[in-house]
């Protein structure tokens, strides 16, 4: 694995996290392909009934391998907080997310680590839809739901340009963490999605990368059925929390504006036109034009102005990586209140 980072100068360090849970039978061979390259190995055994990670501290004697377990099964998020903290802790600068089942591909960790290390990125996520003949691969069941899905993430999370929102192959700049409330973040299978929406509230870039869909001989523990409802509970509720302090708390524009009236003219057109209509049909008596205009009038202006706001959004997608930020703030030494421009006293009073 080979990274340009544009500069001379030692790699920062690179964690790979793996969360453990059942997957004894492939775990040992997907670390066995890791690249020199990466400092640390963190395998998370998130009370796994295999004991994938004692598997793994009998099988394993590279030293770079370190196993932590969980005393009671916290899901995939969950096993994922444990090694971001931990990889930090370490020293790393950057987490890598590869699952233990074998489906991603160690050998594309530097596609994921290079955008962020070049700060073209805070974060990079896989997606399995970038050329269409990979993602003749996926199952169809799959291939739909995962469309269906990434479009209700991409108006949850705000991230319009990325796709396959569910991918578990990711890349994570650690300094984010404390600002993205990572302790707050679902520990189930909504960890993913969760994660974006907080990244986009914290104004993060996100890149996608483009991966194969590996599936042949791989059990996977998801399933669909189970995880539909919950998934579209938790994206409503974060497009609700999201456009409330993107529109509403941290700014106020006219597509606050827009997403204000747009609904309620839409709403009021849609139940004053059914109102009219039944009050017509009921007393079997043609409805006039004027009375028939108005709700009209009042659904098309309300579509217009939630489609103007929805442009908005879209192009509302954050371009400046916020970890250059931190670094800077975190180098930059303390100044005085002289050195800021204010008076001394007037600093106290604040």
């Known amino acids: 694995m080979e990274l340009y980072l544009g500069a001379k100068g030692p790699l920062p360090r690179i964690a790979v996290v793996i969360p453990c849970y059942k997957v004894r039978d492939s775990v040992v061979d997907v670390i066995a392909r890791m690249p020199p390259e990466v400092s640390d190995i963190i395998c998370v055994d998130d009370a796994c009934a295999e004991n994938s990670g004692l598997h793994v501290e009998r099988g394993v004697r590279d030293p770079r391998v370190h196993v932590i377990y969980h005393d009671h099964n916290r899901g995939v998020g969950g096993a994922m907080k444990t090694g971001y903290l931990a990889a930090r802790d370490a020293g790393a600068v950057l987490a890598v997310k590869i699952d233990g089942d074998g489906q991603m591909d160690p050998a594309l960790i530097s596609n994921f680590v290079a955008p962020i290390l070049s700060g073209e990125a805070d974060y990079t996520k896989g997606n399995r839809f970038f050329f269409p003949e990979d993602a003749r691969a996926m199952p169809a069941v799959r291939l739909f739901g995962n469309a269906v899905l990434s479009f209700i993430a991409k108006l949850s999370t705000g991230y319009w340009r990325v796709f396959d929102p569910t991918n578990g192959y990711t890349a994570l700049h650690l300094d984010l963490l404390d600002i993205l409330n990572i302790d707050k973040v679902s520990e189930g299978y909504f960890f993913e999605t969760d994660l974006l929406f907080r990244l986009n509230i914290a104004r993060c870039v996100v890149k996608d990368v483009p991966m194969k869909a590996v599936y042949e001989a791989a059990h996977s523990n998801l399933r669909i059925s189970k995880i539909f409802l919950p998934f579209l509970a938790g994206n409503l509720r974060n497009f609700l929390k999201r456009i409330l302090y993107s529109y509403f708390l941290r700014d106020f524009q006219v597509a606050s504006l827009e997403i204000l009236i747009g609904p309620l003219l839409l709403i009021f057109g849609v139940a004053s036109g059914a109102w009219h209509w039944w009050s017509a049909f009921s007393r079997h008596i ?64 604040a």
């Open 286 to 349: 043609p409805t006039d034009i004027g009375t028939a205009l108005l709700p009209t009038l009042l659904i098309i202006l309300g579509v217009q102005f939630c489609l103007s706001a929805l442009h908005f959004d879209i192009q509302n997608v954050p371009i400046d990586p916020v970890h250059k930020w931190l670094q800077r703030q975190s180098s930059a030494p303390a100044k005085t209140p002289e050195a800021r421009g204010f008076p001394e006293q007037e600093a106290n009073r």
